[in-house]
């Protein structure tokens, strides 16, 4: 996939008014992970049990408030998979999970943040 060029973030890393960074591939293994590629050569990579566990959803973001697993749940099928990815407009990609999940939305922005270590202290 090719996403659009990057655009400029404010210090807090957010761009309420422009398109964020979006990576130029995303490659999704629907057995092991999602490798993202990002245009400045930069590679993120995430395990699907990473994904899963930090949905971004409300549901799962409650669960995580109260201290309640998010995945695995009694019953869940193993191991987890996903079913289907879809890329959700210009700004981040949304995965059916084999659990039945559908509802989390991960930002390019919060993405990237999971995996960019910020500048050298």
């Known amino acids: 996939m090719v996403a659009e060029p990057p655009a400029p973030r404010k210090p807090d890393g957010s761009s309420p008014h422009r398109t ?11 057995e092991t992970g999602v490798t993202l ?3 400045d050569g930069g590679r993120s990579v ?6 899963r566990v930090n949905c971004p959803c409300a549901e799962c973001r409650g669960l995580r ?5 998010v995945w695995p749940k009694p019953g869940s099928p193993q ?9 959700v407009g210009a700004w981040g990609v949304s995965f059916e999970w084999n659990d039945g999940h559908t509802t989390g939305i991960f930002s390019w922005e919060v993405l990237r943040a999971w995996d960019d270590p910020g ?3």
């Open 20 to 30: 964020p960074v979006a990576p130029d591939q995303v490659e999704v293994d629907r």
């Open 37 to 39: 590629t990002w245009p």
């Open 65 to 69: 408030g109260r201290g309640v697993p």
């Open 79 to 87: 191991p987890l998979r996903i079913v289907d990815a879809e890329l």
């Open 46 to 51: 995430f395990a699907l049990d990473e994904l």
């Open 119 to 121: 500048p050298p202290t």
